[in-house]
């Protein structure tokens, strides 16, 4: 099945690069291996009836769909590799979704860290205004169609900046009440406190989700402090969880991932590209066992069988498979 790319990177030769642009609506063949502009279905109508016509079932009911925001330093072949790794993943746990890449650009270096915060803020509202928003009118009116979120690593800072962006400039064509379902951030480069209880940076999310799942390791290298350069040298939700001295909201789920890393011990990918203890979930068996009943959200968070509770929302991930 073609893969789905929401692409706010600029054109560049015959592929894309990495600045922030006007969105691109990609349908990538499977045996396409990086996204060119070859993929680019000109019309967003079409764009959005070939997704709907994808995620059909045969009894006429709508697989979910997941929009998919990547990290930083992360080229279009490495995000769409990682885009068909979760959703297969998925489906062989019977969690049958159709997975939208929002490819937002990066500058190709570990070291433009900078660079990409800066895009990454830049292509936040293109989630929103031409993902999120325009499913949310599509379900509402014909379709009934449930829409996640998951983001990695500053994929996670699009996420909130996007949501933040919805808050200040409402649709008067959608009701304020507008959801998506789930929400899971992994590795997450977003500060820890704003996750505490009320919080203005994280209230719009909350405000607009089911549930939000952060799963941590505080073996994340990538979200050490001392990596964060300069910008925000707050300790990173992605590396230490949600703040323990602050309330937190009732939707917030935290999920330390630490001990099955350390378990798990991977040296080195077998598919993906990147630093392993950043990136180390989407290789990781229990990991997807995990997400797949989160995405499909029929457990009570304290039902899931692939973790156990430590605290009120607070678990770890079971080291072993279930």
Not at 2 to 31: E, H, I, M, W
Not at 73 to 97: I, K, M, S, W, Y
Request: aromatic fraction near 10%.
């Amino acid at each position: 099945m073609s893969s789905f790319v929401l692409c706010a990177r600029n054109k560049a030769g015959q592929g894309f690069g990495g600045r922030t642009s006007a969105p691109s609506y990609l349908v990538v063949a499977d045996d396409v291996v990086e996204p060119s502009q070859a993929d680019i279905v000109t019309s967003y109508v079409k764009w959005l009836a070939e997704i709907r016509a994808a995620a059909k079932r045969d009894d006429g009911t709508s697989r979910d769909l997941v929009f998919f925001v990547h990290g930083y330093n992360t080229p279009p072949r490495e995000a769409l590799r990682r885009q068909r790794r979760v959703e297969r993943e998925l489906a062989q746990r019977g969690c049958h979704c159709l997975l939208i890449g929002f490819d937002w650009p990066t500058g190709g270096s570990a070291a433009a860290y900078t660079y990409d915060r800066f895009q990454a803020q830049a292509a936040a509202g293109y989630l929103v205004s031409s993902g999120l928003i325009p499913f949310a009118k599509s379900s509402r009116i014909d379709c009934p169609l449930n829409v996640h979120v998951m983001a990695h690593s500053m994929g996670g800072f699009v996420v909130r900046e996007a949501f933040r962006m919805i808050d200040k400039a409402r649709d008067a064509d959608l009701a304020n009440d507008w959801r998506v379902g789930q929400m899971v951030f992994f590795g997450a480069d977003v500060s820890s406190s704003c996750f505490a209880l009320d919080h203005p940076d994280m209230l719009p999310v909350f405000a607009h989700c089911g549930r939000l799942t952060n799963y941590f390791s505080g073996y994340d290298q990538a979200l050490a402090v001392s990596n964060v350069k300069n910008i925000d040298i707050e300790a990173r939700v992605g590396r230490v969880g949600m703040p323990v001295d602050t309330p937190s909201p009732e939707k917030a789920v935290d999920v330390d991932c630490g001990p099955r890393y350390d378990k798990a011990a991977i040296t080195k990918f077998t598919e993906i590209d990147g630093m392993i203890s950043h990136s180390w979930y989407l290789e990781d068996a229990v990991w997807y066992d995990d997400l797949a009943h989160t995405i499909r959200g029929e457990l009570d968070r304290n039902a899931i069988p692939t973790r156990r509770n430590v605290g009120a929302s607070d678990f770890v991930l079971h080291t072993d498979p279930q």
